[in-house]
């Protein structure tokens, strides 16, 4: 009586191991290791590859790189400081208990980290850039405490405290508005598709004229920004650069234009990014 039960209890578990294999077998074929072409750079860790005729964004994990591929142009979030400040701005990131990664005066992934984790406790708008607000509240420990004990909004009041020379409110419009443009062109620069809804597809903007179209509205919110008194110059850098978003643009590579995208979306985000640039200088 035994062996019956004995033989159908080994049956069972060879067919559960033997289906247990097969699956493990397509499972497999999912996770293979496969081979991808870097067709485009992002920034210093996010590439776009293709895969099998399939666009993928790829990040790298755990690298230290510049916020920027553009040969000519300087880091995209250091706001053009200086390797000294960018140097000084660590060590008091590193004194506050923010880890920026090396202490070298080079902008980083790690520094742009830790300044968006300073911001974010202080209360200021968390862009991960080293504005003029955010250099001064980390050279200012002491301002940060006056506000706090003032009880009044943090970005206002350390306008206030600032210094001309630190973005204050004494600083001039037409630096506020140039922040503006070089952060909206950076953010026109760095898409790289744009989705046609009539193929259905994502369309890469590098043989398009989206690049140049974008940033022409960008200069245009630069403008009007420019003419503008200081308590409206944000906004109407914001309004003026939307009002100049293109809705399609040119393909090169198909001779044609693409008529229903989201490339209008695309160039509005821009703006706003632009906008917040101002409002923090």
């Given at each position: 009586m035994k062996k019956p039960l004995f033989i159908t209890t080994f049956t069972i578990t060879t067919l559960l191991f033997l289906s247990v294999?097969?699956?493990?077998?397509?499972?497999y074929q999912y996770i293979r290791p496969v081979s991808a072409t870097c067709i485009r750079a992002i920034d210093g860790d996010t590439i776009i590859v293709n895969i099998a005729g399939v666009k993928e964004r790829v990040r790298l994990i755990g690298v230290d790189t510049p916020e920027t591929k553009h040969p000519r142009k300087p880091v995209q979030y250091a706001q053009q400081r200086t390797s000294l400040e960018i140097y000084i701005a660590q060590l008091?990131?590193?004194?506050?208990?923010?880890?920026p990664g090396s202490i070298d005066g080079k902008w980083g992934r790690k520094t742009?980290?830790?300044?968006?984790?300073?911001q974010k406790s202080i209360g200021i708008d968390v862009t991960g850039?080293?504005?003029?607000i955010t250099y001064y509240a980390l050279q200012s420990p002491k301002a940060i405490v006056t506000c706090r004990q003032a009880k009044v909004?943090?970005?206002l009041c350390l306008k206030i405290l600032a210094p001309k020379s630190q973005g204050g409110m004494a600083g001039t419009a037409s630096n506020a508005c140039e922040e503006a443009f070089q952060r909206c062109e950076s953010e026109c620069e760095n898409t790289d598709l744009i989705y046609d809804y009539d193929s259905g597809s994502y369309v890469s903007t590098d043989n398009t004229d989206y690049v140049d179209n974008c940033s022409d509205?960008?200069?245009?919110g630069k403008n009007y920004c420019e003419d503008e008194s200081s308590d409206e110059n944000c906004y109407e850098f914001k309004r003026a650069c939307n009002n100049d978003c293109p809705s399609d643009f040119f393909d090169y590579s198909k001779g044609e234009y693409r008529l229903i995208t989201d490339a209008e979306d695309q160039c509005e985000d821009a703006c706003?990014?632009?906008e917040r640039a101002c409002d923090s200088y």
């Open positions: 294999l097969a699956n493990a077998k397509k499972f008091q990131l590193k004194k506050m208990g923010f880890d742009s980290e830790a300044v968006r984790s300073f850039g080293l504005d003029s909004e943090m970005k509205a960008c200069r245009r706003r990014s632009g």
